[in-house]
Each structure stands twice: as structure tokens, then as C-alpha cells.
């Protein structure tokens, strides 16, 4: 048993969950959230996003010392860090997704971890999958022309173990040592709370996906260099808010559109939404292919849909 405490007045950090409709798996993040956080005192808030899976009241009887805001809309990802962050008045915040399960001494290690690198502004830990293996997507480096060109050509996933050829996914890193991210995912970060607010914490244009990139490539404008240490670890189902695969996926390239047009030059910008377009040409044209030999034609229908809404996608987000 940790000994971490719920102390409102006087927290080392406040912890984020975020959640739309994860009933089960947000008790079980707590739970193991309040089991495993480690030597160190926390808040705990939970915003639900208006959940019909009676997620609200199951997690208002079962955690009565956690704080919980059920919104009556869903104001999806952003926002909701953004309105939970406003009464914040720890030292630290760490954001943490609703489909995880803190393994032992997590944000203890975490913060510790963010206090001994100041210089970091931004840090993470690793994530794996239920069988212990490892899931990638705890940082990422940006994206670049040359990773768009990989990825759109199918060279990242043929060589997804290569740096060089699969640079945005870090290649062969297996998130085993501590090392430098232009990225920290969302689903477990830990942000000093002073500069969350000399950022502005989310840009809530985003309404979900891209808005935790937007957030550490600003930190990396401000002088800062996010971090990742393997010391940190929790268990991330990945995507169990999204409804469909295809609402995922065009949620994640209208995210990818508008990251280009917020840090790129205005000379690459064009470029990086020619390649996104590309990215999508290709694979609807892959999966197409695919289904008319017999391959999965629920892959094929998802990435039809994805390219029927290419041009809102390429968009991106607008401003205000």
C-alpha cells in the first residue's frame, strides 16, 4: 500500500482525469491512481463530460474524496484540463487518461522526475499495453517534412524500428531511458503549474488530438525541453473515449492540419498539408485495394469516410 493521501489544502500536485463515457475504466484508474501514486499527498479531479454511462454517479459514491465536475456538455479534452486547471493551487499538475492504471510509485516518480529537471518544463513516463508490452505512444518527436514523406510513402511502418526512417515515432527507442521528447502525450504529463499558466495551458481550438503537441512545442519556443524517464510507468488502453475508428482518425488529422499551420513556416506549411493529403490518398486508396482481393473492408470503409471529409480535415481548426 502507497502511502500517498487526498489533501485539498495542502497537495504536492493535482491530478486531472478527464472522462466521457469510461464508467468502469475510470474507477479502475483511480483505484490504482490512490493504490500505487506513491509517497506523495494529491487532489484528485475527475471532469465527466456529460457521460450517459452513468459514470457520475458511480464515481461520486464509490470515491467520495475525490472531487468530481459532471458538465452537462461535452466540452471535450481541452477545455476541461483548461476549467480544471483554473482551481488549481498545487505546485504541480499531472493530466492522466481515464484507460489507465498507475503502476507503482507513477507520480511520485513522475514529479520528482519534473522537479530534478527543471530545464524539462514538460515530462512523461512509459506506457504499456494490459500484457506489459510496450505502447509507444507515451511522446513522439514533431512532425517534419521528411517524417510526413516517410510515413505517406509507407516507410514508417515498413521500417518502424528505424530512427531514420520512422523519426516522429523515435524508431527504436523503447521509452527505456531517460531522454529528450519534442512530445509528451497527454494521457500522462506532468506540467509545473506556474508555467501551464505562463503558457496558457491547452489552446482550446483543439478539440481533440494535437492540443498536447500545440502545448509542448510552445513550452519548446519558451526555452524548454520535455522529457521522458522510464522510471514513471502506467498501463494506457489508447482511444477507448473515441467512438469509431474513423472519428478518431479525423479528429487526429484535423489536429495533425492545424499543428502544421500553428508551427510551421509559412513556406513548409503548404507542404506538410500536401502530405497530409497524401498520407490520406494513399491509404484509401491502399485499403480499397485491399478490400477488392479480399482484405478488411471495415478499413476500407473507414479510411472512405476520412477521405470524403479531406478538405474540413486539411482546414484544420479555426481560430477563436
Known amino acids: 500500500m502507497s502511502k500517498n493521501r487526498i489533501d485539498r489544502q495542502t497537495a504536492d500536485v493535482t491530478v486531472i482525469i478527464v472522462s466521457f463515457n469510461t464508467k468502469d475504466l475510470t474507477i479502475k484508474a483511480v483505484e490504482t491512481l490512490l493504490r500505487n501514486a506513491g509517497d506523495i499527498s494529491m487532489r484528485i479531479v475527475i471532469w465527466d463530460n456529460a457521460s450517459h454511462d452513468e459514470s457520475a454517479e458511480a464515481i461520486r459514491t464509490r470515491f467520495p474524496q475525490v472531487d468530481l465536475i459532471a458538465s452537462q456538455e461535452n466540452l471535450g479534452f481541452a477545455i ?25 510509485g507513477a507520480i511520485e516518480r513522475l514529479v520528482s522526475f519534473g522537479r530534478e529537471n527543471p530545464q524539462a518544463g514538460i515530462v512523461g513516463g512509459r506506457t504499456v499495453f494490459p500484457d506489459g508490452s510496450l505502447n509507444v505512444a507515451s511522446c513522439w518527436n514533431r512532425m517534419t517534412i ?19 526512417f520512422n523519426p516522429e515515432g523515435m524508431g527504436s527507442f523503447r521509452r527505456d531511458e531517460i531522454r529528450h521528447a519534442d512530445v509528451i502525450v497527454g494521457c500522462f504529463l506532468a506540467i509545473r503549474t506556474r508555467l501551464w499558466r505562463e503558457l496558457g495551458g491547452f489552446s482550446e481550438k483543439y478539440t481533440m488530438y494535437g492540443e498536447d503537441a500545440d502545448l509542448c512545442l510552445r513550452a519548446r519556443r519558451a526555452g524548454y525541453r520535455p522529457m521522458i524517464t522510464p522510471d514513471a510507468q502506467i498501463m494506457h488502453l489508447v482511444g477507448a473515449s473515441s467512438t469509431t475508428r474513423a472519428d478518431k482518425l479525423l479528429k487526429l488529422y484535423r489536429g495533425k492540419a492545424t499543428l502544421i499551420k ?5 513556406l513548409a506549411a503548404p507542404i506538410g498539408i500536401a502530405l497530409l493529403w497524401t498520407q490520406m490518398a494513399s491509404r484509401r486508396f491502399g485499403y480499397g485495394v485491399k478490400q477488392r482481393i479480399g482484405g478488411d473492408s471495415s478499413a476500407a470503409e473507414t479510411w472512405r469516410r476520412v477521405w470524403k471529409e479531406r478538405r474540413e480535415i486539411l482546414r484544420g481548426y479555426p481560430d477563436g
Open 146 to 164: 521528411w517524417s510526413m514523406l516517410c510515413s505517406a510513402t509507407g516507410l514508417s511502418a515498413i521500417f518502424k524500428n528505424s530512427n531514420f
Open 80 to 104: 476541461s484540463n483548461n476549467r480544471v486547471a483554473e482551481t488549481v493551487n498545487t505546485d504541480w499538475i499531472v493530466l492522466l487518461n481515464p484507460d489507465t492504471e498507475t503502476h507503482h
Open 262 to 266: 500553428d508551427h510551421w513556416s509559412q
